[in-house]
């Protein structure tokens, strides 16, 4: 099955769930509402208050082309939750904005088979990922703050020309960005930029092709700063300090474009691409 007919399918199965949702659904134009736990929406919606003690998933995307404002507010999941806070399975072109979304079991906020994405200044603390683009294309995730992940802050699973810039990520447990193929796709040509990051770093395994790693500063790593194993990665005007492994470690070589510095790496500064200090 290639992705096309795959992404197709997904879609086919979120009409399904979302005849079941219906009676949860806020729909008709845009407004300012209240949300419950588990509501889906299908407008544009700014949220009144927070939605909290959630068992499920907090909020569930509804429709294509919608802009979900969370006014500075709050979602939060119950003791023992294992659901994503904010969920997007198929629709494109969707906007998620201006809130905190705290203590989900799986993603933060989750977007699969959604195309052209915008998710900004958003708060994802505690979450098991911070968030995830699935089989997403031309995405964007910026100007946000990404703490305590208990497995990965960022995850980039396929997909193509998805972009993570000016985040800052701290202390996730796994990886602060991750960056790897799914079943149906390999991905590639992602943007990773100027983020900056504290504790564990980047990762780029190898398949996806052409991502390109530019600008971000990481430091106080468990591991690698930033680790690449796909060769055609684009790595420049990186800053790798501090990390208990190497700075930069790219075994089977990247396209060095420049302005690498590292230093202060327990294992080594740069292996596979050119450092300066």
């Keep these: 099955m290639d992705h096309r007919t795959s992404r197709a399918a997904l879609r086919f199965a ?71 806070g904010i969920l997007n399975q198929g629709h494109p072109d969707v906007t998620v904005r201006n809130g905190t979304v705290r203590g989900f079991g799986l993603y933060g906020v989750r977007l699969a088979a959604a195309d052209r994405n915008v998710v900004e200044d958003m708060t994802l603390v505690r979450n098991l990922t911070g968030i995830g683009l699935v089989d997403s294309t031309g995405g964007v995730f910026r100007n946000s703050l990404v703490r305590d992940s208990g497995f990965v802050g960022v995850n980039l699973t396929g997909g193509d020309a998805n972009t993570v810039t000016r985040n800052r990520i701290a202390r996730s447990r796994g990886q ?28 780029i ?24 194993f796909d060769r055609s990665t684009i790595v420049g005007r990186n800053v790798a300090r501090g990390n208990r492994a190497f700075g930069i470690f790219a075994p089977n070589g990247a396209v060095n474009a420049g302005g690498n510095r590292a230093s202060g790496n327990g294992l080594g500064q740069c292996l596979g691409v050119r450092c300066g200090r």
């Design 14 to 84: 979120v009409a399904g769930a979302g005849a079941l949702a219906a009676a949860l659904a806020v729909t008709g134009t845009a407004s300012a509402v209240q949300l419950s736990c588990g509501q889906t929406i299908t407008q544009d919606t700014t949220l009144t208050g927070d939605v909290l003690n959630c068992p499920g998933p907090a909020i569930v995307i509804g429709a294509d082309g919608i802009t979900l404002d969370m006014n500075g507010h709050t979602a939060s999941a119950a003791a023992g939750n294992r659901a994503h």
């Design 176 to 203: 602060a960005v991750f960056v790897q193929h799914s079943v149906s796709e390999s991905g590639g040509g992602h943007l990773v930029s100027a983020n900056t990051i504290v504790g564990n770093g980047i990762w």
């Design 205 to 228: 395994s190898l398949g996806p092709t052409g991502t390109r790693v530019l600008g971000n500063t990481i430091g106080g790593s468990q591991r690698d700063g930033i680790s690449v």
